[in-house]
Every structure is written in C-alpha cells, then in structure tokens.
C-alpha cells in the first residue's frame, strides 16, 4: 500500500523567503514521487518527478525536491518566493510503471509582499 | 499544446437528477481519470480507464459509474445525484507509458441542491 502525508495545510512566506513544502510518503515497492501545482481556478500541472537516478530533481519555477529513502521524505523547496507561487500544492507517490497516483491533501502556499 | 478539456466549468443540480461529466482530451492517450477534489482531503480518484471501454474502480466509486466508447472522451455519470457528491471533479489523462505524468482539465465544480 501507498500513501503520501503533507505536513501543513497552510503555508506563508514572505516574498523572497525559503519555501520548504513538508511531503512524506509510505510505500511496499520502490516510490515514484511527484510534486503538482495548482493555480486558482486551474488544474493540476506536474512541477518536478523522482523515479531513479539523482536523489535531487529540478521542476519548473526555480522549485526543487529531494528524495531522502532514509527518511521517506520528498519535500519542496524553492530559494526566494514570488508572488506568483500563491498556489495549492500536492504531493504524490505511484510505483513503477504505473500512472495511478495517491495524492496528499495538499498545502496551500501564501505569499506576502 | 496538449489538452484536457472539461465539458462544463460550473453545474448546479437537484438531488436524484442524473448528471454527465464530460471529459475531452486531444493527446491519443491510453489513460484517463476521474478525480474528486474535497478541501482537506486532497484528490482521490473515483475511476480509471486504461483503454477504450475498459473501466477500474478507484477509491471512492460508489454512486459513480462511466463511460469510455471513445479513446478521447471519458465520461463520469451520476445515477441521482445526493448533496454529498457536491465537489470539484477533475479529469486528467495520461499516456499509459508509467511516467505519472498527468495532463489535467480546468475541473468541474458540480453542487447539488
């Protein structure tokens, strides 16, 4: 069985503050992990995938994850915030070979000036 | 671009009405999906379907059923809609290849009255 857990229904930051978005995650096979965007009144788009290979991956929009085994963790980080990251975010795990995604509950991001 | 097009953005219906979701997308892709959206409880998926006229029940199938007749068009039914299936749906397709890649509608935001 999988499941993925996301510390923090809410976040703020300031902007140009250190975003760190809390994901992590239970799986039985080797994970695949996925960070989704949503923007208000949008749907879901894909920021960044971790299958095999480099533990660290880079997404769109400067965010980055890193996938920590040791501590089944996957979180989101981004180094300076804009004002355009005001978004909801979800983290989510599948196995190999598979496009059946668990989703968190998601967490949503707010960005002051 | 690539596209996940929801039929309707916005729907208000009466309980026991019987309601179509329909979900266009223009990618030739083997995967579709059906998701519900639920503040705090994140997406959870109601159906699949990996191929045309081939259906699998997700977590939350009941009161749900679909409609698969075309590779490009997914449909969610509601047999006599309730007040507890008010929600945001969202669609979302896949190329079927494992990636977990998922290209998202807009969604649908159905109440039920």
């Known amino acids: 069985a999988q499941s993925v857990t996301q510390l923090g229904s809410h976040v703020s930051v300031s902007e140009g503050a250190l975003v760190l978005l809390r994901c992590n995650y239970s799986s039985s096979v080797p994970p695949y992990l996925f960070w989704y965007v949503q923007y208000p009144n949008q749907g879901l788009q894909l920021l960044l995938k971790y299958t095999t290979g480099a533990t660290l991956v880079k997404g769109i929009n400067g965010f980055e994850a890193e996938f920590k085994k040791s501590e089944t963790s996957f979180h989101l980080t981004k180094p300076s915030a804009h004002m355009s990251d005001a978004a909801e975010y979800f983290c989510?795990?599948?196995?190999?070979?598979?496009?059946?995604?668990?989703f968190g509950t998601g967490t949503r991001l707010q960005v002051f000036p | 671009d690539v596209k996940v097009t929801q039929s309707s953005r916005y729907l208000v219906k009466r309980t026991g009405e019987k309601v179509f979701l329909e979900c266009v997308q223009d990618m030739d892709h083997e995967n579709m999906f059906w998701y519900r959206q639920d503040p705090g409880l994140g997406l959870r998926l109601i159906y699949f379907s990996y191929d045309v006229k081939m259906k699998e029940k997700g977590d939350i199938p009941e009161g749900y059923s679909v409609s698969r007749e075309k590779k490009e068009r997914f449909s969610l039914i509601l047999e006599s809609a309730s007040t507890n299936q008010t929600s945001m749906y969202l669609c979302a397709s896949s190329s079927g290849q494992g990636t977990g890649e998922l290209f998202f509608g807009e969604g649908s935001r159905l109440t039920v009255l």
């Open positions: 989510a795990v599948s196995g190999p070979n598979t496009d059946k995604l668990i």
